[in-house]
């Protein structure tokens, strides 16, 4: 049955109406709660003026009907003879495989091809902030060889990492429990530094919507986990960059290069910019030789050698 959406939904509690072009037997009822303790559930139903509206709904039919944009007329019908928890899980996986297959920004692609012209072959590379590989995919394209070892908070991004080492857990600068801020659809922007810049950071990012994460130290896990020292660091963590660096000091220490992603506006709330964070990387024996090869406005991407 085709179904549109017009106009926003008036919310109440426990149902949304809305108005369709046709008539429909369908009653939708919006699970808010749902008991599965290691996920906060938001699922993209539509559209409206810039504004992302996440809500799961059940139908009493033989189907279970997840509307993933109604407004562009695309749903996705599942067994219901499988629990929510595992129909949640299936939609958040085929999610992220698909945005692992969008395109990385092509200015960092040639500057990664800059280096990699200019001699430099690691040999252990650390994606800090790996998500759903978007960088490794192009590092590994340069220097194929290379051993790749993966660290990201995000866990529902785990099954992306077949065939690699990788570390899932929230790295900071001492072991605690923070505040963490995620979402299983837009997961460029989960940090513990919650996102305040984005055009819709309620949305995507409340104040409400946090998960308790305990945090571990780079060198710590390094160590516990007998990763080779990398030669070569990209990281790119919403925030964190400075907090991650300084628990993982004698790691970090190690590599030849780096590349940081670091921001030029309180884009995520609390964390340091970029003209507090060059300075603090340069007197860790660092000196930033590509200073915003890449901008995104908000943020940048800077290079480092190792001076040591």
Not at 52 to 65: A, D, G, M, R, V
Not at 73 to 81: E, K, M
Not at 198 to 211: A, C, E, G, L, V
Request: proline share 6%.
């Amino acid at each position: 049955m085709r179904i549109l959406f017009i106009g926003v939904p008036v919310v109440e509690i426990g149902l949304v109406y809305e108005e369709t072009t046709e008539e429909t037997d369908f009653e939708y009822v919006v699970t808010n709660t749902l008991d599965l303790p290691d996920i906060t559930y938001r699922k993209l139903i539509f559209y409206n003026n810039d504004r992302n509206y996440h809500k799961w709904f059940t139908i009493p039919k033989e189907k279970l009907l997840l509307a993933n944009a109604p407004a562009f007329l695309n749903y996705q019908t599942f067994d219901p003879s499988k629990p929510l928890a595992e129909v949640i899980r299936e939609d958040i996986q085929s999610h992220l495989t698909h945005l692992s297959k969008l395109t990385f920004p092509t200015d960092h692609i040639a500057y990664l091809k800059r280096l990699k012209e200019s001699g430099f072959e690691p040999k252990v590379i650390y994606d800090i902030g790996s998500c759903i590989l978007h960088w490794t995919k192009e590092a590994k394209k340069l220097w194929p060889d290379a051993t790749f070892i993966l660290f990201d908070a995000f866990e529902y991004a785990e099954f992306l990492y077949e065939g690699y080492d990788y570390h899932i857990g929230v790295l900071s600068d001492e072991e605690k429990e923070v505040d963490f801020y995620q979402n299983e659809y837009f997961p460029g922007g989960n940090s513990y530094y919650r996102e305040i810049g984005s055009p819709t950071p309620d949305y995507h990012f409340p104040k409400n919507n946090s998960i308790r994460k305990r945090t571990f130290m780079l060198d710590k896990v390094v160590k516990e986990r007998g990763f080779p020292l990398p030669d070569f660091i990209k990281i790119d963590v919403q925030g964190s960059e400075m907090d991650i660096l300084k628990g993982g000091l004698e790691t970090v220490k190690h590599a030849t290069r780096l590349i940081v992603e670091l921001q030029h506006m309180e884009y995520n709330e609390g964390a340091m910019q970029a003209s507090e964070s060059v300075p603090m990387i340069e007197g860790m024996g660092f000196r930033c030789v590509d200073p915003m090869f890449t901008n995104a406005g908000p943020d940048g991407d800077y290079g480092f050698i190792n001076t040591l």
